[in-house]
């Protein structure tokens, strides 16, 4: 299915709407082509014949064409831009209910400034022509036929004389749809680009300024936003040498009409009156013509914004439930890792390489290992954001390729190194962690997390709106929202992934304090390099190249002086050097 049809099949839910207003264009179409035949009779059978009766009857019924035509034209542009809104509602939530259901693969290719590019201006691109260009092209069409039937029933040899421009506008149209298609899919993909850089520059505005790169970053915007120009200048030049040639085409189907239609009437085989139609009808008939190749530009840049958007529609989610896929039951906490290979791109070198291990239920487990030793990664298999390449990942005996991903996320809650909070209020981004929480549990999952007396400082306190990614508060304040927000969750399987390195050392105190709270009775994995964290742990496993070079408690592996020992003795502070 091509692009437009495939826009167009967003209308089906629609389609008793849109019958609607095609029965009210075929009503208003036939209005308009109306009054020139009125005007033939009032030239033909009043002036020339001077039967005065008829004059003002004949002028009140003009009035009244031009009056019920003027009002099924505000009927259907009201029923039209209707279903114009709707259509963008439906597309635009079908994007982002795709995007929301995608795999992180995806995300990790993809640019958000780009996706939020073909979210916004490509689907609004897209409405205007499956709307008002859809209608605009019916409407034209049906005038035109409208328009050739009258004219060759007026006089056949000036009908057909008058109808030959549309050979040449055919023409001309199949060679402007080859040259512009490409540059109209250019110029979408360059303004895609032009989104994406600003949205990086406005989401790292911090850095740009904190390293002085004000006038680098503008100058790269600007280049970008050139590259956009030249395409969009392009586009124009195509249109510019286009567009006149058809209305030189309308102009000479004008001159045909009056030259050979007053040769007829001299030669009597035409009258007055049909020339005066004729004359009448040539707006309803060239100017569609010009009206057509208008939509045409219009429907290409359409038709380029349309594949950008079924380019997201159609990219396949790598990780998805299986046909047989069941809930996930309430965890005991069992994780295990049965011979777990990983990469994050077919070809690349493995992060996780034959990896075993198995945690009990309650336990806690420290991952310890240098920065791509594949902590994180680790995380993330848990959460199944991806499928292993290889071997199994099981919790409580169910691979994770045999429940719902839904079920298994509910059981887990994670707080990271870079929490993420939403422009909202407090209690907004805690109770993510359990949307129906009453105030009451989100007020007490923040006193767990020793969050609710900064909180209550605060000008709104549980309403106060925390700015972009919690961009008002500090380090220490954000996570400790992120282990509220766990609280409330109440999660089965704990993943803790450097939870406290990237906060103030003020606050470190109070947030270990909620996060060692939080930690009873659950099992927990964390990765981290603190090590009066990992010397708690139940069991450390020790990760190397991907690979699991040792594991046990702190006293055992000091014992062994393997490559665990070798970095507890070159810490520094309380941190392993790794």
């Known amino acids: 299915m091509s692009t437009f049809w495939r826009l167009l099949s967003y209308l089906r839910p629609y389609r008793l709407w849109v019958a609607l207003g095609f029965v009210f264009l075929l009503l208003a179409v036939a209005l308009e082509l109306a009054p020139p035949l009125v005007w033939k009779w009032i030239v033909d059978g009043v002036v020339l014949r001077r039967r005065w009766g008829l004059f003002w009857p004949l002028l009140l019924l003009l009035t009244a064409i031009q009056g019920a035509s003027a009002l099924l034209s505000a009927w259907r542009s009201r029923l039209l831009e209707t279903v114009g809104q709707r259509f963008v509602f439906d597309l635009r939530n079908q994007l982002y209910e795709n995007l929301s259901h995608q795999s992180l693969a995806y995300f990790n290719e993809a640019r958000t400034g780009d996706l939020i590019s073909r979210v916004s ?34 006089n056949l040899t000036l009908g057909l004389a008058t109808l030959l421009p549309i050979v040449l506008v055919g023409l001309l149209l199949q060679r402007f749809n080859r040259r512009v298609k490409g540059v109209y899919k250019a110029a979408r993909e360059k303004l895609g680009l032009v989104t994406a850089k600003l949205q990086d520059n406005l989401s790292g505005i911090r850095v740009i300024k904190a390293f002085a790169r004000e006038e680098d970053e503008a100058a790269a915007f600007r280049l970008l936003s050139e590259r956009y120009l030249d395409e969009n200048i392009h586009a124009v030049r195509v249109r510019s040498t286009f567009f006149p040639f058809v209305r030189w085409i309308a102009s000479f189907g004008n001159t045909i009409t009056i030259g050979y239609g007053a040769w007829l009437i001299v030669h009597h ?90 945690v009990h239920p309650g336990q806690t487990a420290a991952l310890v290992g240098e920065s791509g030793a594949g902590k994180s990664t680790i995380f993330a298999l848990l959460s199944r954001f991806w499928d292993p390449d290889g071997g199994r990942i099981c919790i409580d005996g169910h691979d994770l390729r ?26 907004e981004n805690i109770r993510y962690g359990r949307p129906d929480a009453t105030d009451a549990e989100v007020e007490d999952a923040a006193r767990a997390a020793n969050a609710h007396d900064f909180i209550a400082r605060l000008a709104d306190g549980y309403h106060t709106l925390v700015g972009e990614r919690g961009v008002k508060l500090s380090g220490g304040q954000r996570q400790r929202l992120a282990v509220a927000r766990a609280f409330l969750a109440d999660p089965r399987l704990l993943l803790l992934d450097e939870a ?75 941190v392993l050097l790794v």
């Open 402 to 427: 045999d429940v719902t991903q839904h079920s298994l996320r509910r059981q887990i809650a994670a707080v990271q190194q870079d929490t993420f909070l939403f422009a909202a209020s407090v209690a």
């Open 121 to 154: 201006s490509d689907v609004d691109a897209v409405q205007e022509v499956i709307i008002r260009g859809t209608d605009s092209v019916l409407a034209n069409a049906l005038r035109l036929i409208g328009v050739a039937i009258i004219f060759c029933a007026l």
């Open 269 to 358: 085989q035409f009258t007055l009156g049909g020339l005066v139609a004729y004359r009448g009808y040539g707006r309803y008939f060239f100017g569609p013509i010009d009206d057509l190749t208008q939509i045409n530009d219009t429907v290409q840049r359409a038709v380029a914004a349309g594949n950008r958007i079924f380019q997201v529609l159609d990219a396949p989610v790598t990780v998805t439930d299986a046909p047989t896929a069941l809930p996930l039951p309430p965890l005991a906490g069992e994780v295990a890792f049965q011979r777990v290979t990983f990469a994050y791109r077919p070809g690349a070198s493995p992060v996780l390489d034959d990896l075993s291990f198995h």
């Open 500 to 574: 406290t390195s990237a906060v103030e050392p003020e606050s470190e105190r109070v947030i270990q304090e909620a996060i060692e709270r939080l930690m009873a009775g659950r099992t927990t994995l964390i990765a981290t390099h603190r090590l009066s964290t990992i010397r708690s742990a139940d069991v450390i496993f020790v990760l190397h190249h991907g690979r699991l070079a040792e594991q046990g408690t702190h006293a055992e592996l000091m014992r062994r002086g393997g490559l665990y020992a070798r970095m507890v003795t070159q810490q520094q502070g309380d």
